[in-house]
């Protein structure tokens, strides 16, 4: 039985990870904050507040700013598999609190690659890195090989990360793989990302539990894919004979307002009477086209974004009005 160690089990993509590997029969151990309460995570369908509800699901109590009992609960596990999604990656909570963001998301990772590195079993090591370390890009779309340009504190973080992640690769020979990952949705996405926002306040207006929409940019552009098919692609990038890392993408270009647009009339409204511009939601560096070309995934991984855009909006939607309470 293969064994595999999730930081950041309870996001998004921890939990569709978990989801993942336990199918494939995997003993998944996973890093749980201590004050995060689990029965109402996106692990609740694999645990009570007790903890895990499977019997291949082993739940450890810690952070990535803990490196004692960061290091107690890695050598415990004896992972061969580590799966590092865990950090603070909000843009807009990385401008207010920018050395925090530093410290989980950059040191965080050098902190975990040092004590993977130490292991008497060398583990496999996935690190989930970010469009945002491009920023403002000298070209479009973007691949492996384009520069790094962050315009925000996790942006930085985020490629600080990912060259210490290929210099572990090429110094100290660590099977070491960074995704650059664009932005991936799910109806377990977190509230604070602007899809899920958009899509919980149509259902919550069609409910009558809330009346308007403020938002920032309208115009701004991202490049969204569907999570589910991300994280098999984090899977088979650990499966290969040598490490590499690869830009994970749609390669399509896609508006806030397309996303508002599907998301109101899905619930059956009109967004123009319903969304309006508040200044507070104005980033004041945005990244400009960041649009991924995922060739080399195809290639190497014979990995393919399938989900249309559209249908993971209304998706996303009808979940959010079928369950008010989702990734509440």
Known sequence: ?????????????????????????????????????????????L?????????????????LSDPVNLRRVVTEAAPEEVYHLA????????????EATCEVTGLGTLRLLEIVRSLPSQARFFHASSSE???WPEHSPQDEETPFRPVNPYGCAKAFATQMVAIYRQTHRLFACSGILYNHESPRRGTNFVTQKVCRAAAAIKQGRQHELPMGSLTAQRDWGDAREYVQAMWLMLQQASPSDYVLASGELHSVQEVVEIAFDTAGLDWQKHVRTDPQFLR?????????????????????????????????????????????
């Open 284 to 328: 004041p560096t945005e990244p400009a086209r960041l649009v991924g070309n995922a060739a080399k995934a195809g290639q190497m991984l014979n990995w393919h974004p399938q989900k249309p855009f559209k249908e993971l909006i209304v998706e996303m939607t009808l979940a959010a009005l079928e369950d008010p309470s989702v990734n509440s």
């Open 1 to 45: 039985m293969a064994r595999a160690l999730i930081t950041g089990i309870t996001g998004q993509d921890g939990s569709y990870l978990a989801d993942l590997l336990l199918e494939k029969g995997h003993e998944v151990h996973g890093l749980v904050r201590p004050t995060t309460k689990l029965q109402h995570s996106r692990l609740s369908h």
């Open 47 to 63: 645990c009570s507040e007790a903890g895990s509800l499977h019997p291949q699901l082993i739940l450890h109590r810690s952070d």
């Open 87 to 98: 950090s603070q990656s909000q843009v807009s909570l990385s401008l207010e609190q920018p």
């Open 133 to 135: 370390v491009f920023g």
